[in-house]
T-cell receptor, first 115, second 115 residues
């Protein structure tokens, strides 16, 4: 069975400071991992994905995430927060098993940017 | 704009009723996914269709059913509605059938309120 745990339900950072959103995963197979972002009253948008190539994955809007197998983590970072980054962020895992592939979403982390 | 269209945006109904949610995928996408987002359950995968056929199933109740039509649009039918079915229902689409390898494009959702 696959699952993700987002360690913080809410993160607040000041504009211009680094962002760290934490995610741990559990997977029976070699996982694919994603981060999606949901802005208020909008659908989800893919930020980045890891599918067993480079362990450091770069996404849109300056975000990146590092896959660490030894720590079963896939934390999302950004060097400098912008007001437009305020949103809900979801860590997602997909088992690359046989059949019935599906994405499992974490409970989300709400990111607040302080002016 | 993701290119995925969901109608209606809002739906208010009473317990015991039946409703139909509609989703038009992006042009060229063969897969449609349905998700339910609620405060207590988070984002839950319901079901996926690929080119008219059911591809994967998640936590979909027996009172719920879906189908994908020859023009690739999809409908999610919710019957015998209960208060707990109140949620935001998202549709997503992708080109292929394996979510592990795909970028999903999400619609803006249908907010269902059961009174």
């Amino acid at each position: 069975a696959q699952s993700v745990t987002q360690l913080d339900s809410h993160v607040s950072v000041s504009e211009g400071t680094p962002v760290l959103l934490r995610c741990n995963y559990s997977s029976s197979y070699s996982p694919s991992l994603f981060w999606y972002v949901q802005h208020p009253n909008k659908g989800l948008q893919l930020l980045l994905k890891y599918t067993s190539a480079a362990t450091l994955v770069k996404g849109i809007n300056g975000f990146e995430a590092e896959f660490k197998k030894s720590e079963t983590s896939f934390h999302l970072t950004k060097p400098s927060a912008h007001m437009s980054d305020a949103a809900e962020y979801f860590c997602v895992v997909s088992d690359r098993g046989f059949g019935n592939e599906k994405l499992t979403f974490g409970t989300g982390t709400r990111l607040t940017i302080i002016p | 704009d993701s290119g995925v269209t969901q109608t209606p945006k809002h739906l208010i109904t009473a317990t015991g009723q039946r409703v139909t949610l509609r989703c038009s995928p992006r042009s060229g996408d063969l897969s449609v996914y349905w998700y339910q987002q609620s405060l207590d359950q988070g984002l839950q995968f319901l079901i996926q269709y690929y080119n008219g056929e059911e591809r994967a199933k998640g936590n979909i109740l027996e009172r719920f059913s879906a189908q994908q039509f020859p023009d690739l649009h999809s409908e999610l039918n919710l019957s015998s509605l209960e208060l707990g079915d109140s949620a935001l229902y998202f549709c997503a689409s992708s080109v292929g059938g394996a979510p592990t390898n795909e970028k999903l494009f999400f619609g803006s959702g249908t907010q269902l309120s059961v009174l």
